[in-house]
């Protein structure tokens, strides 16, 4: 048996100990020191790095501190203090682990103390406020409860002093994710020093912060929001929030501090209707939705399987499906996950298939557009917002790309291309219109974006609707003023495997380089295809683009070496001061070289209207109809089917049978508390929200749908 099998069996037999004393009955111990013995089992199930511990003990100078860090640079972009920290812990570890070759060695013991006492002598303090109130005390309290019995009265009271920054009085304990984080450190720290009302008081602050709020926090549509400036933070602070509360909630389960059912409910409720469906096969950030993060190393890294198996293992409130995410986070199932929602509050869209993922962010009169840059990282993040679409199916098609970016042409976005980026004080704006929002039924839907861009005056109405095996694209009124060349991008993303064009009458496979194809069909690149219902000119560049993650994020950690990726880009150029353009193409991804053409040729969808007072796509087979009416009209979806709307709205219609099966309408502007529309066809039923009159001499339907308002202004009614 090999020293890892040994350590795992060892510390899974602590476990199991202790689980059995919390099982005995009469004989059970203080339920505190049950979560206690919870946490020092987790903090031993990774066996400690036996010869990285050996080379500690090597390197250590005589202070207790080691080469290599810079203790003099504790400013918010360096603090390489972290490094010894994580030392610490190692020898900690090392010393505890009763699988380590170190287990209980006094020179492991000694080193670990010495670097201890270097630390809190010199006590330091980063300019950015969240080493001291987190990163450092989260770090501190599992050094301490690993050393516990071998530190002094005096070097428990200094460690403790330290962690104890970790306060719901703090600079950073806002509601929201860094709360419930900050009380996760406190309760930690209560375990150290064995205080069970400190304890208890930190699970019920927690605890108040897991609700349904119009600030910061959980949104009403199961976003997270973390500032006032409405940006959405559910992969960053989000992922924290869930992750301290179901990590906590997994440590007290069966004791007298176990959370309610309801709160254990919300957290739940939020991890998958909230985090799953803002990623990837439930597996891949969406990079748009990681804001200043997007610009850290392996930032698109697959998720782990932890937090739905600990809020599983707590609760049989939707147990199936978090075991059914956890599995496809482990590699043992496919992930079949299939979802459309818009997220009202934070204007932000996705669409599972699966076969991909793809998403749609936007902005309002009512958000910010993203995060400022923070500690200097996301420096070129202006233009993440502008209706930005990340297509992602394997989930390393981003993947550290971002230092070659070219950041004016983000997926999805219509931008003026500046030959410089603008400053980074000028990325985080307010919106400038109102018309923004979606439309959903939870399986299908559109996106609607009245866009003027805060930067650079491009002015657009731009629209996404998603099906099953594609979804559509479409730009109308784009204008600008400046004297800039004004693009749409399709899609920039990691080059690989064959490139294949249909143009006018030929089909060929471009060379390295920058294209410009007039009258292009189709373009087929890793799996996915870009088609034109109108042959379009496109540009392209398949070639090797270079950068330096410095150049995106100046944290010290990052350089100014060159990083080289091969890059597809695919966009369509408007032109300088464009008047009234407009762009209109599929995405069908998942589909075989061989197979694009077929496609290109029998469509199935339909364009309706692509203008910017309506812009429409109908599929024929599904039934289904997806309408963004800008103004007040009325339009023909299928011989001898029309829908007129009264106000501005989005709109979706499934018929079967000649009868409207199901209606979800939305207002983004969020300026009306009722629709009204008429449709030539009778409807199945009538429900709460709704009326319908039949008039059998206009053959329509003249219906009145009672719209959501206050906090879910905006959010989409469906019905029946």
């Known amino acids: 048996m090999n020293r890892t099998m040994l350590s795992t069996m060892l510390v899974l037999g602590i476990l199991h100990a202790v689980l059995a004393e919390t099982r005995a009955g009469a004989a059970e111990p203080d339920e505190l020191h049950v979560v206690r013995q919870r946490y020092m089992a987790e903090l031993l199930d990774t066996a400690p790095d036996d010869n990285a511990v050996a080379r500690l003990l090597e390197t250590i100078r005589a202070d207790g501190s080691w080469p290599g860090i810079d203790y003099q640079d504790v400013s918010r972009t360096g603090f390489q203090h972290a490094e010894h920290l994580a030392n610490m812990r190692q020898l900690g570890l090392a010393f505890r682990h009763p699988g380590s070759t170190h287990h209980q060695a006094p020179a492991v013991r000694d080193a670990a103390l010495a670097a201890f006492d270097f630390w809190i002598e010199h006590d330091f303090i980063c300019e950015n406020w969240w080493w001291n109130e987190m990163g450092t005390p989260r770090r501190m309290v599992d050094i301490l409860l690993l050393l516990d019995d071998a530190l002094d009265d005096t070097r428990r009271a200094a460690g403790t002093r330290i962690a104890a920054r970790a306060r719901l009085g703090g600079v950073g304990a806002r509601p929201g994710g860094d709360f419930i984080q900050i009380g996760g450190i406190m309760a930690k720290r209560a375990l150290f020093e064995h205080d069970a009302d400190a304890f208890a008081q930190a699970i019920e602050l927690m605890e108040a912060q897991v609700k349904i709020t119009t600030g910061r926090g959980v949104k009403p549509d199961l976003s997270l929001q973390h500032r006032h400036d409405r940006v959405t933070s559910t992969l960053t602070y989000g992922r924290g929030y869930a992750s301290s509360f179901a990590d906590l909630a997994a440590k007290v389960h069966g004791t007298r501090f176990a959370f309610s059912d309801a709160s254990l409910e919300l957290v739940i409720d939020f991890y998958l209707d909230g985090i799953h469906r803002s990623m990837a096969h439930g597996r891949f950030p969406d990079p748009q939705q990681l804001n200043r993060g997007v610009t850290r190393r392996s930032a698109l890294r697959p998720v782990g399987p932890g ?28 992930s079949d996950f299939r979802f459309n929602k818009f997220f009202w509050s934070s204007e932000y869209f996705t669409h599972q298939r699966p076969a991909y993922f793809t998403s749609v962010r936007m902005y309002s009169r009512r958000n910010h557009n993203v995060e400022q840059p923070y500690n200097e990282e996301g420096l070129k993040n202006h233009y993440l917002a502008d209706g930005s679409n990340f297509l992602i199916r394997t989930g390393d098609e981003y993947l550290d790309l971002f230092p070659v970016y070219d950041w004016r042409k983000i997926p999805g976005t219509t931008v003026a291309q500046k030959p410089e980026m603008p400053p980074p004080g000028a990325i985080q704006q307010r919106g400038r219109t109102d018309f923004v929002g979606g439309v959903s039924d939870g399986l299908y839907g559109a996106a609607a974006f009245d866009f003027v861009s805060p930067l650079d005056g491009v002015r657009a109405r731009k629209a996404w609707f998603f099906f099953d095996d594609e979804y559509v694209c479409l730009g109308a ?73 410095r150049s995106i994020n100046r944290q010290r950690r990052y350089t100014d070496e060159t990083v080289e990726e091969d890059v597809f880009t695919l966009w369509l150029d408007h032109g300088r001061r464009p008047r009234d353009g407009g762009y209109a193409y599929r995405v069908m991804p998942g589909i075989a070289a061989e197979r694009v053409a077929d496609a290109a040729q029998q469509p199935a969808v339909a364009i309706l209207a692509n203008t910017p007072a309506l812009q429409a796509v109908a599929h024929a087979e599904l039934g289904l109809a997806l309408f963004a009416f800008y103004e007040p009209g009325a339009v023909e979806w299928a011989p001898g089917l029309q829908i007129a709307v009264e106000q501005p709205v989005l709109v979706l219609l499934r018929t079967d049978e000649g009868r409207i099966a199901r209606i979800a309408v939305a207002d983004p502007a969020r300026k009306h508390d009722v629709v009204r529309l008429s449709v030539t066809a009778p409807l199945a039923a009538a429900g709460e929200y709704w009326t319908a009159t039949w008039d059998a001499a206009q053959q329509r339907s003249d219906i009145r749908i009672d719209l959501p308002t206050a906090a879910y202004a905006g959010q989409p009614r469906v019905l029946p």
Request: charged share 30%; with cysteine; proline share 6%.
């Open 307 to 334: 937090v739905p198996e600990e809020l599983a293992a707590v609760s049989d409130y939707r147990r199936g499906e978090l075991e059914t995410l956890a599995a496809v986070r482990r590699g043992k199932a496919a």
């Open 477 to 549: 009124g784009i204008e600008c003023d400046a004297d800039h060349p004004v693009a749409t991008t399709l899609n920039q993303t990691r080059r690989r495997g064959d490139l294949r064009i249909a143009a006018a009458d030929r089909h060929f496979s471009p060379e390295r380089g920058e294209h410009v194809v007039p009258d292009t069909h189709w373009i087929w690149h890793d799996g996915v295809a870009y088609l034109f219902p109108e042959p379009a000119e496109v540009h392209l560049n398949n070639d090797t683009a270079r950068g330096s993650w």
